[in-house]
Structures are given as C-alpha cells and as structure tokens.
C-alpha cells in the first residue's frame, strides 16, 4: 500500500512546472518478486520520455500502473501534481493518459474509420444509427491532420502497413483527449522504413504538445526522438539523464549490459586466447 497521504505534490517542487505525469519512488511486488523498485519518472508536455529496458526490466508492469491496470504498493503518482491510484484503465484514460499496446486493439477487418471510432462511434436520429459519412470524414480529417495520409479510410485496418497502424492508434488516443500517450514496444515489430513513419508521427504527437512515453528495447530508435532517457533493469531505474547530457554511445553501452559486456568481452578474449584443451 503506498504511504503517501492523499493531495497534492510536496511543496519543494512548487514555483517548477507541474510535470503531466510523475512516479515518485513507485514500488511493485508480485507475491515474493520485486517487480519495481524505487521507480522515478516524470513526463512533461511536449516532451519524449523513453523508457528502456531488456526482457524482465519491469517495462511491462510500469505500464500496467501508469494505465490503470495494477495499483502500485509503495511511493506516488501524481497526475497534473494530484496523486492518485487508478482503479481501471478507464480512470487513467479519464485522466487523459491513454495505453497504446504492442497489439493495438485494432479490429482488423474493419475498416480504417471504424477502427478509429471504435468504442466511441457518432450516431445519429431517433434510432441511433451509426453516421458513417461523418465518422469517414473525421477520420479522414484528423488522420491528414496528423500527416498520415491513406487514401482509403474505407479499407480494412488489416490491409494498412504495420506502421500506419500504429499511427491509427495513436492518433485515435489523441483525438479523443490524450494528454499521455504511453507507446509500448511501438517499432518492436518493424522493419526500418516502418519503424520511420512511427517514430516520425511520435515526434508530431510530442510538437502537438502531448506527453509521450516511449517504451522500448531499442537506444537507436530513442535517441533519435527521445528528450528525456530512463534505462530500468530488473526493476531499478539504473540511468535517467537528459539528452544533452547522453549519447547514443552511452545510451547502447547501459542497455547492452555496460560494465557487464565489458567483462564478458574481456572473458571471451581470455578463453580464445588461452591454449585450446588436447583432445
Ligand atoms: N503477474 C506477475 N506475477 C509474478 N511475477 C511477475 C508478474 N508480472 C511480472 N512479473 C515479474 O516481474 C518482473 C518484471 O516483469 P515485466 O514483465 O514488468 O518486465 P518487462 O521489462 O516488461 O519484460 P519483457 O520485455 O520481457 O516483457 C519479472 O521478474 C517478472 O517475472
């Protein structure tokens, strides 16, 4: 259970900009497993905050309590400098922070508007009915909007390239009130020409103003958009720097293992080295 006492964020950080979104020492325990510990991070509008980490770094359980879905059990979140504890995904969404899963939710023999208002859909008269032509046409629109040009919104989601569907699902969360959009493993599973369009419509939703939290593997594809870098490993945060304070160098060194590699570079040539065993 978190021992914060319901308000607002302490007053040393008064006269600062209240940041969207901010973990204090955020803990998570899974029965006898530490899945987090002592996790600070903090998002602000307009700005790329990405969160790295290799399999078991606590990505995934972050995710969870940012969007709703696991409550945390030590420090604080607060949200436009209010702590709070979520009680479903719904709560977060409400509170303007919406999940963008490496899935996507998308249905995909739907078509592109469909897709885009799914869950939200404008109806119309006395007998509700769906009104598509305005759906198609908002769709359309905000999609333009946001630079991602498909020529026919009435096409199947399916038949979109793996990255104009990732964009459809971001644009769709900002269109209906993100403030923070979390991406998870958004590149994942992209090829480099894919991986561009998203990372370029990442940058759009940060100039847009939003608060975008960037989770990935990848130092390459977050350096080339990120503002702010926090590295996890098994659920500790163990780098969290500015960009001008980081290069890629030093960003590839921490998530390939840093001292680790070292030593494991310094192993290998030692056993190629060393005379080989008689058979
Ligand atoms: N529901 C759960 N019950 C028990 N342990 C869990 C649960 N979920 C996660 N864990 C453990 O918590 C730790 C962090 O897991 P998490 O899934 O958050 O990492 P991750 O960085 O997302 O990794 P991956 O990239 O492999 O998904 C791991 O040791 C994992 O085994």
Redesign the pocket.
């Known amino acids: 259970m978190s021992t914060a006492i319901e308000g607002t964020m302490p007053t040393h950080d008064e006269g600062a900009t209240t940041a969207i979104l901010q973990l204090r020492e955020i803990g998570k325990i899974?029965?006898n497993?530490t899945?987090l510990r002592e996790i600070d991070l903090t998002v602000q509008q307009g700005e790329v905050t990405c969160v790295l980490?290799?399999?078991?770094?606590?990505?995934?359980?972050?995710i969870k309590i940012v969007s709703g879905l696991h409550d945390y059990d030590a420090g604080q979140m607060y949200v436009n400098g209010e702590l709070r504890h979520f009680a479903s995904p719904r709560d977060a969404l409400d509170s303007g922070i919406a999940t963008v899963y490496q899935d996507l939710a998308l249905a995909p023999l739907m078509s592109v508007w469909r897709n885009f208002f799914l869950g939200n859909e404008i109806r119309k008269g006395p007998l509700r009915l769906l009104d598509s032509a305005r759906m198609g046409a908002v769709a359309q629109e905000e999609l333009a909007k946001m630079g991602i040009d498909i020529p026919d919104i009435d096409r199947p989601v399916a038949s979109l390239s793996g990255g104009q569907r990732q964009c459809v699902a971001i644009a769709r969360a900002i269109y209906f009130g993100a403030k923070v959009i979390i991406l998870d493993e958004p590149t994942a599973a992209l090829g480099v020409k894919q991986s561009g369009v998203v990372l370029k419509y990442i940058v759009k939703a940060r100039d847009a103003g939003l608060g975008v939290v960037f989770i990935t593997?990848n130092p390459h594809h977050a350096y080339l958009v990120g503002n702010h870098f926090v590295v996890?490993k098994l659920?500790r945060v163990v780098l969290d720097e500015e960009r001008e304070n980081l290069t890629l160098e030093q960003l590839t060194a921490q998530m390939a293992g840093g001292d680790e590699l070292a030593e494991l570079t310094h192993e290998i040539r030692e056993a190629e080295g060393a005379p080989k065993p008689v058979e």
């Open positions: 899974y029965g497993v899945a980490g290799d399999n078991g770094a606590g990505k995934s359980t972050l593997h996890l659920g």
